[in-house]
């Protein structure tokens, strides 16, 4: 049985990964609140990443980073602090993790990192300039990692359109909302946190083994596709 280390594993996606994962995995979950799920596989440390050390393990297979944010304003309206803050819990945290258990996962069986980008990355889309910016950091880590850590660990990230997590609450927060949204994307739809997991599943599994340094856009049309 695989351990597999998901820092925010709570809530949201992070959540959704834990859930999926449980049965089959053991699954150290690093976050900041308690998950609501109790299961003889799931072990929970309270942590911040970013201002607190993070437990010792022993042993290690997979690391899942899922932290995120969204904070959406005119560039005008944006301070130099809310790129700081951005760039911090998107990629220092993730860094921060990666190198704490590099020495755990080089050791592990058919280890492997998935990390989470955004559509935004690759669509210009206006208000997402500090999200955006700290995003493409994680996807250029993405890249640099696979390259520097081939053969032994493979390291990938899902980059989701909206998905309908506490996250997104304000994005989705009436009937119209939800309405142009679904219509902006050309599957007419978007994500909910399982479909996410499923894709996060997949890559942490041997039946990704030929995956690494890919940036998987979970975009319901909306990057891929101009219709």
């Known amino acids: 049985m695989k351990k597999i280390v998901i820092i925010g594993g709570s809530r949201g996606i992070g959540h959704a990964i834990t859930s999926q994962l449980l049965d089959t995995h053991n699954i150290i979950n690093i976050s900041r609140s308690v998950p609501e799920v109790n299961h003889p596989n799931l072990t929970h440390y309270t942590c911040d990443v970013l201002t607190d050390d993070l437990p010792d393990i022993e042993a ?24 700081r803050a951005d760039f911090e819990i998107n990629v ?22 998935l990390l989470f980008s955004t559509v935004a990355a690759k669509l210009g889309m206006p208000f997402h300039a500090s999200v ?23 390291v990938n990230a899902i980059a989701p ?10 994005l989705l927060r009436n009937e119209k909302m939800i309405e142009n949204i679904t219509e902006r994307h050309p599957l007419k739809k978007f994500l909910n946190p399982k479909e996410v997991a499923s894709t996060a599943t997949f890559l942490l ?6 995956f690494s340094g890919q940036i998987f856009e979970m975009d319901c049309g909306i990057v891929s596709f101009k219709l």
């Open 92 to 113: 220092i945290g993730a860094v921060k993790t990666i190198q704490n258990y590099l020495p755990q996962l080089k050791k592990g069986n058919n280890p492997s990192i």
């Open 205 to 210: 599994s041997e039946n990704a083994a030929a």
């Open 161 to 170: 359109t909206v998905t309908n997590t506490e996250l997104a609450a304000k």
């Open 132 to 154: 955006a910016s700290s995003k493409s950091g994680v996807e250029g880590l993405v890249k640099s990692l696979g390259a520097e850590l081939a053969p032994t660990i493979r």
């Open 60 to 83: 290690l297979d997979a690391l899942v980073y899922c932290p995120g944010s969204i904070n959406l304003k005119p560039v005008s309206r944006l301070k130099l602090d809310d790129f």
